[in-house]
Antibody, heavy 125, light 108 residues
Framework: EVQLVESGGASVQRGGSLRLSCAAS????????MSWVRQAPGKGLEWVSS????????YYRDSVKGRFTSSRDNDKNSLYLEMSSLRDDDTAVYYC??????????????????WGPGTLVTVSP | DIQMTQSPSSLSASIGDRVTITCRAS??????LNWYQHKAGKAPKVLIY???TLQSGVPLRFSGSGSGTDFTLTISDLQPEDFATYYC??????????FGQGTRLQIK
């Protein structure tokens, strides 16, 4: 059974730092792209970052570039999100998600097929 | 970034109804469009990928259509467990994935 479990969420002061972790099990972790997605209170889903299976390619949304760093340890089946210079608008539940590339005929599509339950990050003044 | 616009933002319907949610992309995205269901306090769940392919295990009452810039999610014969918030997502640009703002489906 595929399982993703985030941890590391906490209440932190504005300008502070935090490291989130996502423990994966039930699948061959080192063959999948992974992503972080967040949801601020009362808001919708917002993609944060994606990292390829080998860590060769890492993408970030503009608002976190230079402040957040995604990484993974394939030996430990774990995904990480290092967050620094935290701002009030970083307050959110952070989810990790598995990102397979599925084929329909000759076309391929990324999707997020398994998600963790999320971990809450609260940035206070 | 590719902007995704969903409509309506909220919707009230009854058990057994058929509802349709639309999603428009700000530029052509082929069929790189996914639909998710999200219930409060739970992990989002993928329903449809590639615009119209039903994810394994998802009931047949869910269907998706569209390509280019305009997409729809249709739920036939609404069931109590379908009341949730629905999001479209484009992965045409994997370096800048974007979601629609969400459609909240409520019981009438």
């Amino acid at each position: 059974e595929v399982q993703l479990v985030e941890s590391g969420g906490a209440s932190v002061q504005r300008g502070g730092s935090l490291r989130l972790s996502c423990a994966a099990s039930g699948f061959t972790f080192n063959t999948y792209r992974m992503s972080w997605v967040r949801q601020a209170p009362g808001k919708g889903l917002e993609w944060v970052s994606s990292i390829s299976s080998s860590s060769a390619t890492i993408y970030y949304r503009d608002s976190v570039k230079g402040r957040f760093t995604s990484s993974r340890d394939n030996d430990k089946n774990s995904l990480y999100l290092e967050m620094s210079s935290l701002r009030d608008d970083d307050t959110a539940v952070y989810y990790c998600a598995r990102v397979p590339l599925n084929y329909v005929g000759s076309e391929s599509y990324y999707l997020m097929d398994f998600w963790g339950p999320g971990t809450l990050v609260t940035v206070s003044p | 970034d590719i902007q995704m616009t969903q409509s309506p933002s909220s919707l009230s319907a009854s058990i057994g109804d058929r509802v349709t949610i639309t999603c428009r992309a700000s530029q052509i995205i082929g069929r790189s469009l996914n639909w998710y269901q999200h219930k409060a306090g739970k992990a989002p769940k993928v329903l449809i990928y590639g615009g119209s392919t039903l994810q394994s295990g998802v009931p047949l009452r869910f269907s998706g259509s569209g390509s280019g810039t305009d997409f729809t999610l249709t739920i036939s014969d609404l069931q109590p467990e379908d009341f949730a918030t629905y999001y479209c997502q484009q992965t045409y640009s994997p370096s800048s994935i974007t979601f629609g703002q969400g459609t909240r489906l409520q019981i009438k």
